[in-house]
């Protein structure tokens, strides 16, 4: 099993991009979250997976998810680990459709924690920390902002996890907060 240093290092050899790392960090933070509030054992798992996930996109973007199986395969990791990365591009990118719980979870909160990353940027304390759902929501409907952002696939994975826009969006939220710091989301005061 790759170690979380292990998959760090991996990451940051193919990817530069600040933005980039701040979003893998969010997304294994989300995916820590979610770990505990289901009591999943493997923490560990689905945070490296979180971490990972867009291993292949700042050097392959027109490529995503395919080189990412090339990339992991090679490195030796195991099928599971692989497949509940290369899920997460189901529809979009990837043929591969998202079965498992830690699965589904990545593939709604993927699109959902860049959403969210745009509202707290526009907001004036800059932060996650005192950010509420209805912020969220507000932005949400207007399909203008943070157009890039995929909201059928959000609505789509939280019917899979069998909860609902609200709860997925306060879920996620929770789990950016714990990594405000990290991801420059923690406020104007925090510089």
């Known amino acids: 099993m790759p170690s979380r240093e ?8 193919y990817n530069k991009s600040e933005s980039l790392l701040k979003h893998g960090l969010a997304v294994e933070a989300v995916m820590l979250y979610f770990a505990e509030i289901f009591g999943e054992e493997d923490k560990e798992k689905w945070g490296i997976i979180g971490l990972i996930h867009d291993l292949d996109y700042e050097m392959y973007p027109e490529e995503h998810c395919k080189k990412t ?3 992991l395969t090679e490195e030796n ?8 990365i290369v899920s997460h591009g189901w529809k979009i990118c990837s043929d591969e459709e998202p079965k498992e719980r830690m699965e589904k979870v990545l593939y709604t909160i993927d699109e959902l924690t860049g959403l969210i990353t745009a509202v707290a940027l526009v907001r004036p304390s800059k932060s996650v920390l005192d950010m509420k759902v209805k912020s969220v929501k507000k932005k949400w409907k207007d399909k203008s902002f943070a157009a890039g952002v995929n909201r059928q696939v959000i609505e789509e994975g939280a019917e899979m996890l069998g909860m609902s826009l609200d709860e997925i969006i306060e879920e996620t939220i929770k789990g950016m907060q714990n990594v405000a710091e990290e991801i420059g989301l923690g406020g104007m005061g925090t510089f």
Request: without cysteine; charged residues 35%; negative net charge.
């Open 69 to 71: 199986r090339e990339i």
């Open 77 to 84: 990791w195991p099928e599971d680990y692989i497949h509940g």
């Open 6 to 13: 292990e998959a760090y290092e991996l990451f940051t050899k």
